[in-house]
């Protein structure tokens, strides 16, 4: 946001230039309005020749000061230096010896705010843009068009194309948004280790995922009291007696004794 100086009182000045301008030429020599010195049949007398020097030292008192309020009012239309800008780099201002752009970073302003004071030349109510620094060692003493109060800047706003209060919260929200940007940048990131907490007597939570994996692929062992055989579970599940398995016939082997009788 940017505030310039009100063209419509650049144009008045120059005016009134301009017309301070005329009213000498007339004090001088014209004598339109102006009274001519007294004379008698065009010869000054005595008297007509001290009107005549104070005439001409008026003149060029308003030639001089119309001059300087019509160049300046051209010159500064033509250049339309802003006044007070609000950045993000800070707060820039026209506070140089020669009206040069000083900028106050956000990280030297403690605060800014909107205030009301009596102009110190005629006394007239004023709006003033306050900032507070760190250091107003940093800055000029003896800034344009503002004054310091301890460690605050009051720069007068009178006549700014915007309203000093929306400079003012304007310069509040840019300050507030630099301190959390700081606040951001400053913040540690999250750590990233895993903690894991086990109760005292308990199995470590490895040992139990690795029995049951063990579980989960051994096969399951035969119940001893089960039979080996399908069918005859099945039977007995039916209600039939179990079928007794026969027992192999054994060989009769030839019999040594007899064959040694023979």
Same mark, same amino acid.
């Given at each position: 946001?940017?505030?310039?100086?009100?063209?419509?009182?650049?144009?008045?000045? %120059?005016?009134? $230039?301009?017309?301070? =301008?005329?009213?000498?030429?007339?004090?001088?020599?014209?004598?339109?309005?102006?009274?001519?010195?007294?004379?008698?049949? $065009?010869?000054?007398?005595?008297?007509?020749?001290?009107?005549?020097?104070?005439? =001409?030292?008026?003149?060029?008192?308003?030639?001089?000061?119309?001059?300087?309020?019509? !160049?300046? %009012?051209?010159?500064?239309?033509?250049?339309?230096?802003?006044?007070?800008?609000?950045?993000?780099?800070? =707060?820039?201002?026209?506070?140089?010896?020669?009206?040069?752009?000083?900028?106050?970073?956000?990280?030297?302003?403690?605060?800014?705010?909107?205030? !009301?004071?009596?102009?110190?030349?005629? %006394?007239?109510?004023?709006?003033?843009?306050?900032?507070? !620094?760190?250091?107003?060692?940093?800055?000029?003493?003896?800034?344009?068009?503002?004054?310091?109060?301890?460690?605050?800047?009051?720069?007068? $706003?009178?006549?700014?194309?915007?309203?000093?209060?929306?400079?003012?919260?304007?310069?509040?929200?840019?300050?507030?948004?630099?301190?959390?940007?700081?606040?951001?940048?400053?913040?540690?990131?999250?750590?990233?280790?895993?903690?894991?907490?086990?109760?005292?007597?308990?199995?470590?939570?490895?040992?139990?995922?690795?029995?049951?994996?063990?579980?989960?692929?051994?096969?399951?062992?035969?119940?001893?009291?089960?039979?080996?055989?399908?069918?005859?579970?099945?039977?007995?599940?039916? $209600?039939?007696?179990? =079928?007794?398995?026969?027992?192999?016939?054994?060989?009769?082997?030839?019999?040594?004794?007899?064959?040694?009788?023979?």
């Amino acid at each position: 946001m940017t505030a310039y100086r009100s063209p419509l009182r650049l144009f008045v000045f %120059g005016l009134l $230039g301009l017309v301070l =301008i005329v009213a000498s030429i007339d004090v001088m020599f014209g004598h339109w309005i102006s009274t001519e010195p007294q004379n008698t049949d $065009g010869v000054l007398t005595t008297r007509g020749q001290a009107q005549q020097r104070g005439d =001409i030292v008026w003149g060029a008192v308003l030639v001089g000061t119309g001059t300087l309020l019509l !160049v300046g %009012g051209i010159v500064e239309l033509v250049r339309r230096q802003p006044q007070c800008r609000v950045a993000n780099e800070g =707060i820039h201002l026209p506070m140089g010896r020669h009206e040069e752009e000083v900028v106050i970073p956000w990280g030297d302003i403690r605060s800014v705010r909107l205030d !009301v004071d009596d102009d110190e030349f005629d %006394g007239k109510r004023r709006q003033h843009l306050v900032i507070e !620094v760190d250091d107003p060692g940093r800055l000029p003493e003896h800034p344009h068009n503002a004054m310091w109060v301890g460690r605050e800047l009051h720069v007068d $706003g009178y006549a700014w194309t915007v309203d000093v209060g929306e400079i003012a919260l304007a310069a509040q929200g840019a300050l507030a948004h630099h301190r959390r940007m700081e606040e951001i940048t400053q913040m540690e990131p999250p750590s990233l280790t895993w903690r894991t907490t086990v109760a005292a007597g308990a199995a470590p939570a490895t040992e139990v995922d690795t029995a049951e994996s063990t579980e989960a692929t051994d096969p399951p062992e035969p119940h001893p009291e089960e039979s080996a055989d399908p069918s005859q579970d099945e039977q007995t599940s039916a $209600g039939e007696p179990p =079928i007794a398995a026969e027992a192999p016939e054994e060989e009769s082997m030839p019999d040594d004794d007899q064959g040694d009788g023979a």
